[in-house]
């Protein structure tokens, strides 16, 4: 608090200076040669004029000038992608005047640029620039701070004009080839190889068509076809409103590095756009975080503006250096949900013996629900594995690597043979990699 008060006085008090522009500097300079010139004197008059010059500059923007700020961002800001951000300057006073605005952007983002230009009387000028931010959450913009100057050019004031405001940091949203249900299946029924695929799976009655070769006898409407006089089959399409509970383990497991990020920041991007592709689809998503201790939890729910409820709450989530304990987590959760649903499960596999609890936990769900546990493993690991080894070290760490991927492939193997559904991506493969094992479980109707 004592800062604060500080930083408010020191604030006040550059209001109440006048600032030497950079022209003033410049004719102050050429005082040099005028000593050896006219003497002190004539130095000494140009200063007293040039600090004249520089008060009246002052006072001239002090009554001539009422400036107000605006920012403007969008909604929803990604996380390391280019956000723009406008300053609008609103000048209602009587007289023009030169300002150069330097925003106040969070302490973790880059330094904002210099905004420099003229804003007319009783008018408003925007200025733009660029933002990269790096960490997903919830941050704060600090006050907008800017320079006037006066109509000579020699005097500029200091101005510093509140406008702090909170701003949310959301997952990167990418686009993928499949982004729902409904393009995905449009897109097999124009592919000779995936129509084929798509007809007859699911259990919810769709349309009745034309037989066609290499459609399954077993589909064919015997009703409509004799009464049409021609072979019809049925179309099934998959079941709509069921279920989808995104699992995210916030623990310790999730804090690695891959990519430039955490664990936890791919699986809730993949968890994020999986939950729309969903909703798009006709079924209800809900989202699940925990680590030692259950964080929080949103139920499934298809309605409009569930996918800002699960970004909303999802955006402070950070991973915790804490052991997960997901016999405790999943019992919650069967507790809550009485609905069959499938559970896909973000989390790491180191081996066995590791993820025991995990194997364990797993069992649990497997009576009312279809687990899918989602093996998040680091990228770096297949770039080393695919460069030969250089040195006697390199041999010994790539040795290291694969006996760890050998005991990582028996966990899953045991995952398996729990009944759960298991896969292995990389965060570079794993939205679109999720994606595709979601359709799959949709086509064969397992849920």
Same mark, same amino acid.
């Given at each position: 608090?004592?800062?604060?008060?500080?930083?408010?006085?020191?604030?006040?008090?550059?209001?109440?200076?006048?600032?030497?522009?950079?022209?003033?500097?410049?004719?102050?300079a050429?005082?040099? &040669?005028?000593?050896?010139?006219?003497?002190?004197?004539?130095?000494?008059?140009?200063?007293?004029?040039?600090?004249?010059?520089?008060?009246?500059?002052?006072?001239?923007?002090?009554?001539?000038?009422?400036?107000?700020?605006?920012?403007?961002?969008?909604?929803?800001? %990604?996380?390391?992608?280019a956000?723009?951000?406008?300053i609008?300057?609103?000048?209602?006073?009587?007289?023009?005047c030169?300002?150069?605005a330097?925003?106040?952007?969070?302490?973790?983002?880059?330094?904002?640029?210099?905004?420099?230009?003229? !804003?007319?009387?009783?008018?408003?000028?925007?200025?733009?620039?660029?933002?990269?931010?790096?960490?997903?959450?919830?941050?704060?913009?600090?006050?907008?701070?800017?320079?006037? =100057? *006066?109509?000579?050019?020699?005097?500029?004031?200091? !101005?510093?004009?509140?406008?702090?405001?909170?701003?949310?940091?959301?997952?990167?949203?990418?686009?993928?080839?499949? &982004?729902?249900?409904?393009?995905?299946?449009?897109?097999?029924?124009?592919? *000779?190889?995936? $129509?084929?695929?798509?007809?007859?799976?699911?259990?919810?009655?769709?349309?009745?068509?034309?037989?066609?070769?290499?459609?399954?006898?077993?589909?064919?409407?015997?009703?409509?076809?004799?009464?049409?006089?021609?072979?019809?089959?049925?179309?099934?399409? &998959?079941e709509?409103?069921?279920?989808?509970?995104?699992?995210?383990?916030?623990?310790?497991?999730?804090?690695?590095? #891959?990519?430039?990020?955490?664990?936890?920041?791919?699986?809730?991007?993949?968890?994020?756009?999986?939950?729309?592709?969903?909703?798009?689809?006709?079924?209800?998503?809900?989202?699940?975080?925990? #680590?030692?201790? !259950?964080?929080?939890?949103?139920?499934?729910?298809?309605?409009?503006?569930?996918?800002?409820?699960?970004?909303?709450?999802?955006?402070?989530?950070?991973? $915790?250096?804490?052991?997960?304990?997901?016999?405790?987590?999943?019992?919650?959760?069967?507790?809550?949900?009485?609905?069959?649903?499938?559970?896909?499960?973000?989390?790491?596999?180191?081996?066995?013996?590791?993820?025991?609890n995990?194997?364990?936990? !797993?069992?649990?769900?497997?009576? $009312?629900?279809?687990?899918?546990?989602?093996?998040?493993?680091?990228?770096?690991?297949?770039?080393?594995l695919?460069?030969?080894?250089?040195?006697?070290?390199?041999?010994y760490?790539? %040795?290291?690597?694969?006996?760890?991927?050998?005991?990582?492939?028996?966990?899953?193997?045991?995952?398996?043979?729990?009944?759960?559904?298991? =896969?292995?991506?990389?965060?570079?493969?794993?939205?679109?990699?999720?994606?595709?094992?979601?359709?799959?479980?949709?086509?064969?109707?397992?849920?």
């Amino acid at each position: 608090m004592t800062e604060q008060m500080e930083g408010r006085q020191i604030n006040a008090l550059q209001e109440r200076i006048p600032v030497p522009t950079t022209l003033t500097v410049w004719l102050a300079a050429t005082g040099i &040669p005028i000593v050896f010139l006219l003497g002190w004197e004539g130095a000494l008059i140009l200063d007293l004029l040039l600090f004249l010059g520089c008060c009246l500059d002052f006072v001239s923007v002090c009554r001539g000038s009422a400036l107000t700020a605006q920012r403007r961002f969008p909604d929803y800001i %990604s996380q390391g992608t280019a956000q723009e951000v406008r300053i609008i300057l609103l000048n209602e006073g009587n007289r023009p005047c030169r300002v150069q605005a330097k925003d106040n952007p969070p302490l973790e983002w880059e330094k904002a640029p210099i905004l420099a230009g003229a !804003v007319p009387a009783k008018s408003s000028v925007s200025f733009s620039y660029k933002v990269f931010p790096p960490k997903r959450g919830v941050f704060r913009f600090g006050d907008i701070h800017l320079r006037v =100057t *006066g109509p000579l050019g020699l005097g500029a004031r200091e !101005v510093r004009l509140t406008s702090s405001v909170q701003v949310k940091v959301f997952p990167t949203l990418r686009a993928f080839r499949y &982004p729902d249900l409904i393009s995905y299946r449009r897109t097999a029924r124009e592919r *000779g190889s995936l $129509r084929a695929k798509w007809r007859g799976e699911g259990r919810e009655f769709e349309s009745l068509r034309d037989y066609m070769e290499g459609d399954d006898p077993r589909k064919i409407h015997w009703k409509a076809s004799a009464r049409l006089d021609r072979p019809i089959v049925q179309e099934f399409r &998959p079941e709509r409103n069921q279920n989808l509970i995104l699992a995210l383990d916030a623990s310790r497991l999730m804090c690695s590095l #891959s990519e430039g990020k955490t664990k936890l920041d791919h699986a809730l991007e993949s968890a994020v756009q999986l939950a729309h592709a969903a909703m798009a689809g006709g079924d209800q998503p809900g989202i699940f975080a925990f #680590s030692n201790q !259950v964080i929080f939890f949103i139920p499934p729910k298809r309605s409009p503006d569930q996918l800002k409820r699960i970004l909303e709450k999802s955006v402070s989530l950070e991973p $915790r250096f804490v052991e997960p304990r997901y016999e405790e987590a999943f019992l919650w959760l069967q507790f809550r949900l009485r609905r069959r649903s499938l559970i896909v499960i973000f989390t790491d596999l180191l081996d066995e013996v590791a993820s025991e609890n995990l194997l364990d936990a !797993v069992a649990l769900l497997r009576a $009312r629900h279809l687990p899918l546990c989602v093996a998040i493993r680091e990228s770096e690991w297949d770039r080393f594995l695919n460069q030969p080894p250089s040195t006697p070290y390199e041999v010994y760490e790539r %040795s290291v690597l694969q006996e760890s991927l050998r005991q990582r492939r028996k966990a899953l193997g045991v995952l398996l043979q729990k009944g759960s559904l298991v =896969t292995d991506l990389s965060p570079s493969h794993l939205s679109l990699g999720i994606l595709e094992r979601y359709l799959d479980v949709k086509r064969r109707g397992l849920l």
